[in-house]
Each structure stands twice: as C-alpha cells, then as structure tokens.
C-alpha cells in the first residue's frame, strides 16, 4: 500500500522495487501511517464522501489516534505523557459516545459494531481503591462466604430433622385405644 500522495501517480508502477518500497506505508513515518488508519477507519463510518465533523467519524478519528497511543505505551510503558494523552482521548470519546447514544441510538450501535468498541455503562460513583478498602473488602467476603456455609449447614441439618420426625410419627395401628370417645 503506497502513501496517500503517491497512489494515483502513473509513474509509481514503473518504477523499481525500491522506489517502491520507499513510497510505500511500510518506510512512512508514524503520523503518515496514523493519517492513514485514521481515514480508513473514517471511511466506515461516514455518512458521505464531504462529511469530515460528524459526530461518526469523530469517534473514528479518536478511536485510532486511541489504538496509536495503546500500541505506542506497550512499547514504552514509562511513557506518561502518552499514557495521559490516551486516557484524555478515551474520555472525549466516552462523551461522544454517551452524547450519540442519547439522541441516536440506531447510529451508535452502527459506529460501536463497525469500529470494534465495546461500550460499558460508567459506575454510579467513582471509588479511589487503597489497600486499606482492599483488605478491608477481602475481610468482608471472608465472613459473607464463612456465614452462607453456617447457614447451610444449618439449614441441611433443619431438613435432616424434619424428614427423620415425619418418618418417626406413629401411625394409629388401634381406633379403639386412640381418639375422640364418643
């Protein structure tokens, strides 16, 4: 795939291996080959050949500028300006997101199935997780899972009691010696 000046060029296809090799996205920079991804991604999603600001093809643009950066903070994870710019990216995408969800449903789903996002709901309220919450939730499912096995086992011993006194009642063998005299 040559860069996006060079594809329309005659030229291009007579020329050597290497001339190629040099037009091509494989030795272009990471803002062509972003530019490039970009457009693509756009194109899924555009309402028409001139529709450059949608709210579609925002979350397109965002979306690989987003997927850029992820592979750009796997190769350098000390990185925290990119890490940053990721995080700011994903949170104006949220807000297109949640925004196109709102008014048009149908066209979301559109943009989440042809871009390959998954949208979750945001939390009712943000926690900031310590060490201290951590132990102390970890503390909280121990004796929930230690109460439920309690009760348990006190109900299964409830049922062992009760079907063993229905078995045990006795069933009246003489009328004459048992009830209501008359």
């Not at 194109?43 to 600001?53: A, E, F, H, L, T």
């Amino acid at each position: 795939m040559l860069k996006k000046d060079y594809e329309n060029v005659p030229l291009v296809e007579k020329t050597d291996d290497v001339v190629k090799r040099l037009l091509s996205l494989e030795m272009a920079s990471n803002k062509e080959k972003l530019r490039v991804k970009m457009e693509q991604l756009a194109d899924k999603v555009r309402r028409s050949p001139v529709d450059c600001g949608s709210f579609e093809v925002q979350i397109a643009r965002l979306t690989a500028k987003i997927r850029n950066l992820q592979e750009h903070s796997q190769n350098h994870p000390k990185d925290k300006v990119n890490k940053r710019n990721m995080l700011m990216a994903i949170d104006r995408r949220k807000k297109l997101l949640k925004y196109l969800r709102c008014t048009r449903y149908d066209i979301f789903e559109n943009v989440c199935k042809q871009l390959g996002i998954q949208y979750t709901f945001p939390p009712e309220y943000y926690r900031r997780v310590t060490r201290r919450w951590l132990a102390k939730k970890a503390l909280c499912i121990k004796i929930y899972n230690e109460v439920r096995k309690r009760r348990a086992a006190e109900r299964q011993k409830q049922n062992n009691l009760t079907s063993s006194s229905i078995t045990k009642l006795e069933v009246p063998t003489d009328p004459k010696k048992e009830g209501t005299p008359v």
